[in-house]
């Protein structure tokens, strides 16, 4: 697998070098080129695969409709996992050897933070899909973002914990950097929001069991409990807090907003609520909710194309690729002064992701109304507001 | 505050009991070869995805894990015919990192064969958990208790009762002396090999339902199960079943009477303590007999 794609890479590699060598012999490229670095393969596949996909689906769309300003756009994906120095190494390929126009990548905050510098330095407009908020907060000149942030997240869920009469809560988180980021939030956030932490326990990687972490979780009494962390141990944690029978409501954060973990947790996941892209629940949405129309188009398209589901990370390419093509439309030109500043202004530009409004203090513009709190009801989502 | 202690006591056991199976394995191939097998990990994730995709193919549950102990054992027959056996006379050393090799190589032929994603299974009778003075079990840990046991005492059968489970014993003492006597212990290899991936795959299947696996889901378990044979005393049976109960629940009271924060290092700690004060493991006295 890794092999084909490295291959395919390659191929692009080379096809780009050749459009390269073609456009110094004196003709002019018509086209606008657009590089991307992505966790095609690896542990963060289920992040970069849909990207590409999603990015790959939209750019032949957009070709097939006149590209952009009348021009064919280019785009030029790297794979590489969720390894910085790789990100770095094709970072540098895009600027000096493609010389592209723009850049969306970064499936993570760790390969987006470390090719942020280099974005920096040669001055091209960037789109980040990594998650944390460090990738805007300070805010860069030329970064932006897409998707909603984990501090976003943890809001979404305390306004929802107020909501509910709840102020004092327990934290279990794992030992990653997105965990460790999204409990970090939790505390920081605790104290405007009112809330009162009274227990907050850690699991290891690659933890079979946390039934001793929720047992002291259980005994310090909390009224809600938010899960910091994704992938198997979200089931894990899911099973045991039922298991040892605890009253209080279950949160968990955006992470969990996947069919595997409904899947896996089975009746243990009934009851669980968390904030979620507007994807998830596209069809629940009310009819008059912007987000719907282009929701269900984007579902309906990906799944015409590729046979297979969704998801919320796929999303934040599309929204990316669109974000940069309105961009691009407004400043007439593709010249990166222009278009970034064009970006930087980007207002109620409505996405999959929710309703962007860009700030030279905000780049990634999303307010807390484009997540939607859900609830696991028999098996799948139950869109709540 | 009595509820609290079985609750840390009863995940303690059930997580030791999967650490002990891992443990056995490392110590079968470790009297064998003198191999420390770092694929150990991988049976365990084979056995678990295995048992899934099989029941994802059609297959009813028992038929699946049967298959999927199958497969494991060929993936151990594979290593030790294909990799370990080729190179034979090689320090223990080059054996050592032969078998991280083969670990690396098992993860990505998993996830390219299976895929990434992480995969549960049901539990074998039921998610009801079992009240016990305040404290909660699930139907699934008694599984793993009860399994481990039958293995246990199956193990301790066919090493004192059986001629092959004696030849593997006389091999472990003195390979020379043993090939002396007309045991093969070429066989006596593949056999240790195939034995261990077994009971890493009984142990992946019987964890799948309470935690779920993916393609790197080997790798800790794996560690563990090494750490908990080091505690026991590399190379004895007993030792291996006591330091992995040992290791289990040192990090399920550790966990929830001091930090969880530190709840690995706690097997680590471990470690250090029994190196330092018995260098040869609990158990693992020279010259005794080992299994």
């Known amino acids: 697998m890794t092999m084909k794609i490295s291959r395919r890479g390659l191929a692009l590699g080379v096809a780009a070098a050749a459009v390269l060598g073609f456009a110094s012999a004196g003709a002019k490229a018509e086209t606008i080129k657009v590089g991307s670095f992505l966790a095609v393969t690896g542990p963060a596949a289920f992040l970069g695969d849909p990207e590409k996909k999603t990015l790959e689906l939209y750019v032949e769309k957009i070709n097939k409709d006149g590209g952009i300003l009348g021009k064919q756009v280019e785009l030029i994906v790297y794979d590489v996992q969720h390894v910085a120095d790789k990100a770095r190494t094709a970072a540098k390929r895009l600027i000096e050897q493609d010389k592209v126009d723009f850049i969306i990548g970064g499936s993570t905050t760790g390969t987006t933070m470390a090719v942020v510098p280099l974005v920096e330095k040669a001055e091209i407009p960037f789109i980040s899909l990594g998650g944390a908020s460090v990738i805007v907060q300070p805010v860069k000149k030329w970064v932006f973002k897409t998707p909603h942030t984990d501090r976003m997240a943890v809001e979404k869920v305390y306004t929802d914990m107020k909501k509910e009469g709840i102020s004092k809560v327990g934290l279990i988180a794992g030992s990653g950097g997105f965990d460790k980021s999204c409990l970090k939030n939790a505390k920081d956030l605790a104290g405007p929001h009112g809330m009162d932490i009274v227990a907050s326990e850690t699991y290891g990687k690659g933890d079979t069991d946390m039934t001793p972490q929720l047992t002291k979780i259980k005994s310090a009494n909390p009224q809600g409990v938010l899960f910091c962390g994704f992938g198997a141990p979200a089931v894990t944690v899911t099973k045991n807090y039922r298991q040892l029978g605890i009253a209080a409501p279950l949160y968990h954060n955006h992470g969990s907003g996947s069919k595997k973990f409904v899947q896996g947790a089975g009746k243990a996941a009934e009851g669980v609520r968390l904030p979620a892209a507007a994807l998830l629940v596209a069809d629940q949405l009310p009819g008059a909710d912007p987000q719907r129309q282009p929701a269900l188009d984007y579902q309906a398209a990906y799944r015409e194309r590729y046979g297979e589901d969704i998801s919320t990370f796929g999303g934040h390419a599309l929204d990316a690729l669109m974000l940069m093509k309105a961009a691009m439309e407004k400043a007439g030109t593709t010249d990166k002064a222009k278009v970034r500043a064009e970006l930087e202004t980007t207002k109620n530009f409505i996405g999959v992701d929710g309703i962007f409004n860009m700030t030279t203090e905000d780049h990634m513009g999303l307010d807390l109304a484009s997540f939607k709190m859900v609830e696991v009801r028999n098996g799948d989502w139950k869109f709540l507001y | ?291």
Not at chain 2, 220 to 239: C, E, T
Request: proline share 3%; net charge positive.
């Open chain 2, 1 to 291: 505050m009595l509820a609290e202690f079985l609750q840390f006591l009863f995940s303690g056991i059930t997580v030791g009991a999967i650490y002990a199976l891992v443990a056995l394995g490392f110590s079968i191939i470790y009297n064998a070869s003198h191999v420390i097998n770092f694929a150990q990990g991988e049976f365990v994730m084979i056995g678990g995805m295995a048992t899934v995709f099989m029941m994802a193919g059609g297959l009813p549950l028992p038929a699946a894990m049967l298959v999927a102990v199958a497969i494991a054992v060929c993936a151990g027959l594979a290593l030790e015919r294909f990799a370990v056996g080729q190179s034979r006379g090689a320090s223990v050393v080059t054996l050592i990192i032969i078998t991280i090799g083969a670990s690396i190589f098992l993860r990505g032929l998993a996830s390219v064969v299976w895929d990434r994603n992480f995969h549960t299974l049901p539990s074998f009778s039921g998610d009801e958990p079992i009240r016990l003075a305040g404290a909660t079990l699930t139907p699934q840990s008694l599984w793993v208790l009860g399994v481990t046991l039958v293995v246990a005492v199956l193990l301790f059968w066919f090493f004192t009762r059986t001629l092959m489970g004696k030849a593997m014993l006389a091999t472990a003492h003195n390979r020379l002396a043993a090939q002396l006597v007309g045991i093969n212990t070429r066989f006596v290899l593949m056999l240790s090999f195939g034995l261990a991936a077994a009971l890493g795959a009984i142990g992946g299947i019987l964890i799948t339902p309470i935690a779920p696996t993916y393609f790197e889901g080997g790798v800790m378990l794996g560690l563990k199960g090494f750490s908990a044979a080091i505690v026991g005393g590399l190379g004895h049976g007993l030792g291996a079943i006591v330091g992995g109960l040992i290791v289990g629940i040192a990090e399920a009271m550790g966990a929830g009477y001091i930090s969880s924060a530190y709840k690995d290092a706690f097997a680590f700690v471990l470690i250090l303590l029994v190196l330092f004060f018995m260098p040869s493991g609990l158990f693992g006295v020279r010259g005794t007999e080992r299994v």
